[in-house]
């Protein structure tokens, strides 16, 4: 693109203005080949192996109680894993007794002993399972708060030039996601690794000691256990990683769309920014599924390998008892110890990848923990003199933005500010005005060259101390989601309700305050929202007043104000500034032409300075700016726009003021009615059922999934039926190994040759039954993780779409914040894994392995097996209760878990509030007491999640107890009994109810997963089917051809969040087809409102607005968006290039580079533009970070044009410009506005004295209209406007 002039300069005496060339260039640019760069370091970030920290650095934060509970939680974890190959021995010994002797003898005297145990073991289950799960969570909750506060706390200390860096989105999705994965990696999951690889170890001991031969042989199959496990957990952790950044990229992308979902909505960008957001999970997608693929190529191996080391052990194990080397009972205690411990193995590989993950996310968070701040108000260094007399000195300044070093911000600059003087910074915008303002709060530091305050380098100051010495209003006024009196109380803490309610006089904002239902308790929003533009710059101005300060930072601190505003609270500001270093950076001249000294900026350097009228009589930039603003005066008014004396519009609001408090003091009533109507016991009944059923989540799938489900199935089936096979050829071994041996009852006969043919075919079956493991596994895992990934990334997608299609009163509620929602979209998204993918598998898996366990056992001994199916719903009655449990506090815990992150959100997005009020330590407080509630509700939680899980294995040995008690009794009975009993049906009873009772073990420890994913699966599904009232996904209404003729007629309405604040009490107007109607009036009185309507971001509550005779309600809402360009108060840019940011404005069309540049030109941006090293390749960074207030405006403007709009809605689309930006930006508007009907909203009434209609708002309803002339001649309010402006 080519570089094209849009005026020619205008110079005089040697100043230059080159209508934006010298610009502010703190870009943070990635342009063309910045990305390939960018992809390049993704690609080889990729290659590296995943970091995860040490043992001893994941537990860095438990402390010695911590410490205690770990200790006895993992002894008591361990007696749970030595109870099972301890068992075995008994159960050797007593093989050994019945193939040696007389098998009633032993029945009626070792029997009963053998069910005693078992019975004991129960017990000891009990108060072991109930310790070691309790203990571990209990430590992990206070660990992990501790992490949640550390890694908050690290955020809140970072310098400012880190976040221009860094995603606030990515940060707030760590703070939930990846500490919650550390959290898990810590807690019982620690105990049960623990419990396997006791059982393992024991096992593999116990085997040794019995019979070391056959151990020995068995381990000689362990590399290739040990190599399998080896490469899954590798494997694992790196796409783990992978996954965990493109999750957090995604969440970076809602948080942006988010938190800008009036722009999005308003350019029709919902399908644009949900392909964004799905590109991104794509990526995490394929890293899962090959994660999944590996996974079950891993496990298959090792589940192969297993049943060929069985075949192969009774192989072995028949050639030792046939030498006479083993008996059956110690081959038996060998293989069962080698089983448990194999099969330990398996169990803990899961948990031992939990912890992986765990310690793969504490990585990257304590990393950040760990960073250094550059800039680090938590040191305490520096000194804090006694006084502060305010002298400010820029001694030889360059400075260059952290994330550009290559763009020169300042060179040479040198400044200094008097005590007690007003000193005001004038320049085309984005020289470098507002960046003075970051070198003296220290926000960042001059490259070269110093800042001195009363003789001292600001680096040597305290950071705390200088920031209390200084009051600041920014452009962008933010205030936080909190009450009007809290907003101005973060000024200083100590301040009383006088002091507040005297700032807020002098900001005139308190008799606006008090027409509010709640006064100072009103709550302000996110971000302000429930405010107006004027209203939030004037509480933010009495929130600076508050803290008294020395030294007051003024960055266009009057610029969202109407006329009679300014006029009202510049005296007030001025009034403040004595005494006091007042440092004031304006585009309106008229502002700070009484400032004791004014610099003129040009070039990243001081260009002159003086008095207003010594300036003007050296005749150099300052004489240049004045001039362009006497033009404007002279083409038909000042530059300012006025609003009527708040005397008269108080004098006209009181008897609409008595009404409303009437109306709102019975809703309020009736409000306080419904509340107390409520029955508590329904309200509770209904939030136990708020949890989706399990086919209510399986309709949901789509064909793809429900065919990998179909094969993944399948495979689950199949693996499910092994366990119960295994049973039976365990039972037939046991009775072939006796056949090997010689009958003990009958004479020695010394040529007995021992027969090994039966040994031999079940030991090829138990290697035929490893290959069908193996292949079903393989099945099982890879089809049910596809199905898996697939349906969470879907309700992902969905979800975020959802979200999209919301009308804007959802995003107007309190428990709707960009916190809470992008909190809700990480968190519930990947909760609902457990209903889902792999847990389907292992569902199918245990309930087949427990029918067919069951069936063998029914095939043995129906009576037998009566008794076993009357002990399994006590199984299944202790894992329910733990489910009940976690379903009661589930809601809860999430609701406040969401306000702990809406607290971190609004922090790290308005860091340069934060730190300039110096109320991070407020915040740390804040967010570390959103945790106590889930936290002592988790903590009451693990009690029962750890009696529950004791509970349900001890039932499974009070079973086994059940079962050899009633066995013993059958086998007693007497030949050709039909109930009479053999051993070898017994044991297959036996084995039967053993690996079914596992599997039943292994849903039991599913069921807290399971019982999150149905209240996540819940919330989420309400979120996607809700239906919104105004839908731009619908295809439905009208889409006729529209010319431009907008009409409201008699127009009430209120925002749902605030019902019983009326905005619009009968609003009417009318704009024709290519004309121009402005709106004028005092702040708040609903002009913006109007604007939202004809967007149809809300509905009308009465009356009608519509365009061409047609009820916008009645036309298509996406048709409608496409005809209309809007320009807000407070522009909105994305982290793209600017080229894609100014194409955002017509997604539904291929915009052409052309387009692009005329709009730029258009918008007096584009030589600014050329003027960057990657040009329209430059990216902005988040929200525009990285741009002036004015390049940002102007940026948003052109994004407007390049629309090529039917209507126009200009809501104070030149309000951050200078007054040279803003006559070409206004002339270019005014070329635009040609054709098109146009909506403007103005203070200024310079940029609206052509307009073909002029309506004065007030409570709600137009009390004046006309042109420009008209309403002068009426000498009514217009005429007092222009009156007021003329006396600035």
């Known amino acids: ?231 899954f957990s590798k494997i694992m952790a790196e796409f783990t990683e992978k996954e965990q950044s493109a999750y957090a990229a995604a969440g970076g992308i809602a948080e942006e769309v988010i938190g800008a979902m009036r722009t999005v909505v308003s350019f029709g960008a919902e399908h644009h920014e949900s392909k964004r957001y799905n590109k991104k999970l794509e990526s995490s997608e394929v890293a899962g599924k090959r994660n999944g693929l590996f996974s079950g190529l891993s496990i298959g191996f090792t589940m192969l390998i297993m049943f060929c080391t069985y075949g192969l052990a009774f192989w072995y194990g028949a050639k030792l008892c046939g030498e006479g080397k083993a008996d059956p009972g110690k081959i038996l205690i060998a293989f069962f110890n080698i089983l448990i411990g194999s099969f330990a193995m398996g169990h803990a590989a899961p948990h031992f990848q939990t912890m992986a993950e765990g310690r793969g996310a504490a990585y990257t968070v304590f990393k950040t923990i760990d960073r250094e701040s550059k800039i680090n108000y938590e040191k305490g260094e520096g000194k804090s ?144 929202s429930k405010l107006s533009g004027g209203q939030k710059q004037r509480v933010a101005i009495a929130r600076a007043l508050v803290r008294n300060p020395k030294i007051l930072l003024l960055d266009e601190a009057t610029s969202a104000l109407d006329n009679k505003s300014e006029d009202i609270v510049q005296r007030a500001l001025e009034a403040a500034a004595e005494g006091r270093t ?196 393989f099945l099982q895992i890879h089809f049910m993780s596809l199905s898996g990934l697939s349906f969470t990334t879907r309700m992902r997608q969905k979800a975020f779409k959802a ?102 959100a609004e922090a790290v997005e308005n860091m340069r509030t934060v730190c300039s009020l110096c109320i991070e330590r407020l915040f740390l407080k804040k967010y570390a007491d959103c945790l106590v509630e889930p936290s002592r509700k988790f903590k009451r939680q693990a009690h029962l999640t750890g009696l529950s899980m004791g509970l349900a294995e001890a ?74 009232v105004i839908d731009a996904y619908s295809k439905e209404g009208k889409k006729p051809d529209i010319t431009g003729n907008l009409r409201f007629d008699n127009v009430k309405f209120n925002y749902p969040s605030r019902p019983e604040v009326p905005v619009l009490k009968g609003l009417s107007f009318s704009i024709e087809k290519g004309k121009t109607v402005a709106l004028v009036g005092q702040s708040g009185c609903g002009k913006s409102t109007s604007v939202q309507l004809t967007e149809r971001f809300y509905d009308s509550l009465d009356g009608i607005v519509t365009i061409d005779d047609v009820d916008v309600k009645e036309i298509n809402v996406a048709h409608l968006r496409q005809q209309m360009g809007l320009v807000s108060q407070e522009p909105i840019l994305f982290d793209y290039s600017i080229e894609e940011n ?18 730029a030109i258009a918008a007096n941006i584009n030589n600014f533009i050329l003027t960057l090293p990657d040009g329209y390749d430059t990216r902005v960074g988040e929200k525009g970070t990285q741009l002036s207030g004015g390049q940002k405006q102007r940026i948003a403007i052109a994004r407007a044009l390049v629309r090529n709009p039917k209507i126009l809605l200009l809501d104070e689309a030149t309000s951050a410009l200078d007054n040279e930006s803003e006559k070409v930006v206004q002339e270019a508007l005014d070329r635009a506005r040609e054709g098109r009907t146009c909506l403007v909203i103005a203070h200024r009434l310079s940029t609206i004295q052509t307009a073909d209609l002029i309506c004065v708002i007030q409570e709600g309803v137009v009390v004046e209209s006309g042109t420009h002339a008209d309403l002068l001649a009426r000498r009514g309010v217009y005429y007092n406007l222009n009156k007021s402006a003329d006396k600035h």
């Open 1 to 231: 693109m080519g570089d094209t002039k849009i005026a020619p300069d205008v110079e005089k005496n040697g100043a230059v203005i080159s209508n934006g060339l010298s610009e502010e260039t703190a870009i943070d640019v990635s342009g063309t080949d910045a990305d390939k760069k960018g992809k390049k370091d993704e690609k080889k970030k990729d290659e590296e192996k995943p970091e995860m920290v040490p043992f001893g650095q994941y537990y860095r934060y438990a402390t010695k109680l911590d410490g205690l509970f770990i200790v006895i939680a993992i002894f008591f974890a361990a007696i749970k894993g030595f109870a099972w190959p301890s068992i075995m021995i008994v159960f050797g010994l007593m093989i050994n007794d019945l193939v040696d002797t007389n098998a009633d003898q032993i029945i009626g005297e070792k029997m009963p002993l053998f069910a005693y145990i078992y019975i004991g073991m129960g017990f000891l289950n009990i108060a072991a399972g109930y310790l070691s799960t309790t203990l571990m969570l209990l430590s992990a909750e206070r660990q992990s708060n501790k992490v949640r506060n550390e890694y908050f706390r690290a955020i809140m200390r970072q310098e400012i030039g880190w976040f221009d860096e860094t995603s606030s989105g990515e940060l707030t999705t760590r703070l939930t996601s990846d500490i919650n994965k550390i959290k898990d990696g810590m807690s019982d999951k620690v105990a049960m690794a623990v419990q396997w690889i006791v059982a393992f170890l024991s096992g593999f001991i116990i085997a040794f000691c019995y019979e070391w031969r056959l151990s020995l042989v068995i381990m000689s199959t362990s590399p290739l256990l040990a190599i399998s496990g080896f490469l």
């Open 385 to 528: 003199p006694s006084s502060c007399t305010g002298r400010i000195e820029f001694r030889n300044v360059n400075f260059c933005y952290p994330s550009r070093k290559d763009v020169e911000i300042m060179k040479d600059f040198n400044l200094t500010l008097l005590p007690g003087k007003t000193h005001a910074l004038v320049g085309p915008s984005g020289c470098g005005k507002s960046t003075a303002v970051g070198l003296i709060e220290r926000f960042y530091d001059a490259d070269e060259g110093e800042v001195f305050l009363d003789g001292e380098n600001v680096k040597d100051l305290n950071l705390q101390w200088l920031r209390n010495q200084i009051g600041l209003v920014g452009q962008e006024p933010v205030l936080f989601a909190t009450t009007i009196e809290e907003n101005i109380r973060y000024g200083r803490d100590d301040v009383t309700m006088e002091e507040i309610e005297a700032a807020c006089k002098k900001a005139f904002a308190h008799d606006f305050i008090m027409e509010l239902p709640d006064k100072y308790q009103t709550l302000c929003g996110e971000r302000g």
């Open 1142 to 1159: 100014i194409k955002y404005g017509a997604l539904h069309r291929k915009v052409t580079d052309d387009e692009v540049k005329r709009a």
């Open 803 to 904: 979200l999209l299609r919301k009308n804007m009163g959802f995003f107007d509620l309190p428990e709707n914040s960009i916190g809470a929602l992008t909190t809700r979209l990480s968190e519930d998204a990947a909760a609902i894994k457990g209903a889902t993918g792999v847990r389907i598998g292992s569902i199918i898996q245990n309930v087949v392995g427990l029918g067919v366990g069951i069936g063998i056992a029914f095939y043995a001994s129906w009576r037998l097996s009566l008794l076993t199916l009357a002990c399994i719903p006590f199984v299944a009655a202790a894992g329910s209760v733990q489910m009940m449990q976690l379903a009661g506090t589930m809601k809860t815990m999430t609701r406040l878990y969401e306000q702990a992150g809406q607290t971190a």
């Open 582 to 777: 007042t440092l004031v950076i304006a585009h309106r001249l008229s502002t700070i032409k009484n400032a004791d000294t004014i610099s003129a900026i040009e070039q990243h350097k001081v260009a002159e300075e003086g008095t207003h009228d010594e300036l003007l009589a050296k005749e150099g930039l300052y004489h240049t700016l004045v001039m362009y603003q006497q033009q404007v005066q002279e083409e038909g008014g000042d530059d300012l726009a006025a609003l009527p004396s708040y005397e008269d519009v108080m004098t006209q609001r009181k008897s609409s003021v008595k009404r409303l408090k009437s109306i709102q003091s019975v809703s309020e009533k009736e409000k306080d009615l419904e509340v107390a109507i409520e029955d508590p016991e329904e309200k509770k009944k209904k939030e136990q059922q708020e949890m989706a059923g399990f086919l209510e989540i399986m309709q949901e799938n789509n064909a793809y999934e429900n065919a990998c489900i179909v094969v993944g199935a399948f495979g689950a089936a199949v693996n499910g039926a092994t366990m119960p096979v295994f049973a039976v050829l365990f039972s037939e071994v046991i009775q072939a190994l006796a056949k090997v041996l010689p009958d003990p009852l009958k004479p020695v006969d010394p040529d007995f040759e021992p027969d090994y043919s039966e040994t031999n075919k079940w030991a090829i079956f138990f290697v035929i039954t490893g290959v069908v493991s193996g292949l079903a596994n």
């Open 955 to 1028: 039932v499974i040995f009070f079973t086994y107890a059940a079962v050899f008690t009633y066995g013993a009794y059958l086998m007693k009975l007497e030949e050709g009994h039909s109930g009479k009993l053999t051993f070898t049906e017994l044991m297959k009873v036996f084995s039967g109810i053993v690996f079914s009772a596992m599997t039943i073990g292994q849903t039991m420890s599913m069921l807290p997963d399971y019982g999150k994913a149905k209240a996540s699966a819940f919330k989420l599904f309400k979120l996607i089917r809700e239906p919104p």
